[in-house]
């Protein structure tokens, strides 16, 4: 592998007597790492359901090493939802930053969404995720992630910060900015980023993260944490961009967060570097900072953040609901009492997260949990609700076991044939699971399931 020049001779003047064994790391492979959703399932459960050997990453309590690539990204597992495949050390600023139940947490350049999945695991479901990506086809990817997730209290954005900053200023109690950057640490990984790097480098990229952090201090509550990462080794990007930040915000200070033996230190207190002649991962950097003051940390008490109470909280009209989603909805206990945060948009009802401003001029995908849509009065549940949804909260359900062919036949589109144990399902909405776990629904009629699985999400 080619490195180019004024890149190497940073890494040996970066690394000193180190970077002969960084370099050796080139032909070594990457490591392959998952991510355990345990808002679905626990990590003990999980190793005793998966038929994958997978060996822990000592850095986080829910990631794991393992090797069958391909095997692992096309298991029914997968498909329901109960992992994530990122790479070990991505695995660092999610784990960092401390969310806690009932939070507003913003992720701003979160696409295609493996911390943001992380967070939203960690949040539960009180508070709020906002997940940003200033591309629109990127954020595309992020929802489909968050669906797949399970997580219903979230707002899918993809604006600018500076537009954000109109609807949110000092609204957020967490914030996690994994910045766009020259993706130093990635080359071993995907040799392409070289080119890229050769094409725009670290000062490109320093211009944009700092333009993102002047928003997002602003758009942090007082006494709220944020957590800035890149998976490049520059300090333009890095270090110099934290002393920018704390510069222009003497509110702002470098908190310390939960290292591990084989990180690094870095030139500032408290931050992590990640080198991957040290870790079985890649290169990456993560800074912990808090704001000044102290923070309410909830959004329904009475100091509604100031920008929310200028541009007004949302008000929840009284709606009338077709009554076919009102008896589809009566089956689960789960949302009986929440019909009043439910809206209808253009016959989709949502499940809608609470005090969210009016945001007509926002440009979002999601704002809350897609129910499902009304057809010439009939409903017909979303795929995202089937994923949010437990087994025991639906009360016909049908579980394929994972090494059953009928699971991957589902998950491709096709009818699925019952047995004649199955036959008793009644005709009507099934949720269909594998081991135990959602995948999607399904229409019982005559000995067969006909197939609703979501066609965007279809195997191919
Ligand atoms: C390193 S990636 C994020 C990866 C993501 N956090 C994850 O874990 O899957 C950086 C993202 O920042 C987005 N981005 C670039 N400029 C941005 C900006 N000014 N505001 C918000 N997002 C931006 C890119 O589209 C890209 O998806």
Not at 348 to 364: A, K, N, Q, T, V
Request: glycine share 8%.
């Amino acid at each position: 592998m080619k490195l180019p020049q004024s890149f190497t001779s940073s890494m040996r003047e970066l690394l000193g007597t180190e970077y002969e064994e960084y370099l050796a790391c080139f032909d070594e492979p990457s490591a392959r790492g998952l991510r355990v959703n345990t808002s679905k399932i626990s990590v003990e459960d999980f190793l005793k359901l998966t038929p994958f050997a997978l060996e822990p990453i000592p850095w986080t309590k829910n990631g794991f090493y393992y090797s069958e690539d391909d095997a692992v990204t096309k298991h029914p597992h997968y498909y329901a939802g109960l992992y994530y495949i990122q790479e070990p050390s991505a695995m660092i600023p999610a784990s960092r930053l401390p969310v806690e139940p009932g939070d507003w947490v913003l992720d701003l350049c979160a696409a295609p969404g493996g911390k943001a999945t992380e967070l939203a695991v960690r949040l539960g479901e009180n508070g709020l995720l906002a997940a940003n990506d200033i591309s629109n086809s990127r954020a595309k990817g992020l929802l489909k992630n968050l669906e797949l997730f399970g997580c219903g209290n979230m707002l899918v954005l993809s604006e600018s910060p500076e537009k954000l900053l109109e609807y949110f200023e000092e609204c957020f109690d967490k914030i996690l900015i994994d910045a766009p950057c020259s993706g130093e640490g990635m080359f071993r990984r995907e040799p392409s980023m070289i080119k890229s790097w050769e094409n725009r480098g670290p000062e490109y990229y320093a211009g944009i993260q700092r333009e993102i952090l002047r928003c997002a201090v602003k758009l942090l509550r007082p006494g709220g944490k944020l957590l800035y990462s890149t998976c490049t080794f520059s300090e333009i990007e890095n270090e110099q961009t934290i002393l920018r930040l704390l510069d222009g915000s003497p509110d702002m200070m470098l908190i310390p967060m939960k290292g591990y033996e084989s990180f690094s230190k870095s030139r500032l207190p408290h931050c992590i570097r990640v080198y991957p002649h040290k870790v079985r991962g890649e290169g990456h950097f993560a800074a912990l900072l808090q704001k000044e003051g102290t923070t309410c940390g909830c959004q329904t008490k009475e100091t509604t953040p100031k920008n929310l109470r200028k541009s007004g909280i949302q008000k929840t009209e009284t709606q009338k609901f077709p009554a076919d989603f009102l008896e589809f909805l009566a089956q689960i206990p789960r949302l009986k009492n929440r019909l009043g945060q439910m809206k209808i948009r253009r016959n989709r009802i949502y499940l809608m997260p609470e005090h969210l401003p009016d945001m007509s001029s926002l440009r979002f995908l999601r704002t809350g949990l897609l129910m499902g849509e009304c057809v010439r009065n009939r409903f017909e549940p979303s795929q995202a609700l089937a994923m949010w949804l437990t087994k025991d909260d639906f009360p016909q359900t049908l579980s394929l076991a994972s090494d059953d062919d009928r699971a991957i036949r589902y998950l491709k589109g096709e009818s699925v044939a019952l047995t004649e144990e199955e036959a008793h399902l009644k005709k009507g909405w099934v949720l269909v699971c594998t081991d135990g776990y959602p995948l999607g629904w399904a229409k019982a009629a005559g000995g067969m399931l006909k197939n609703k699985y979501y066609p965007g999400w279809r195997v191919q």
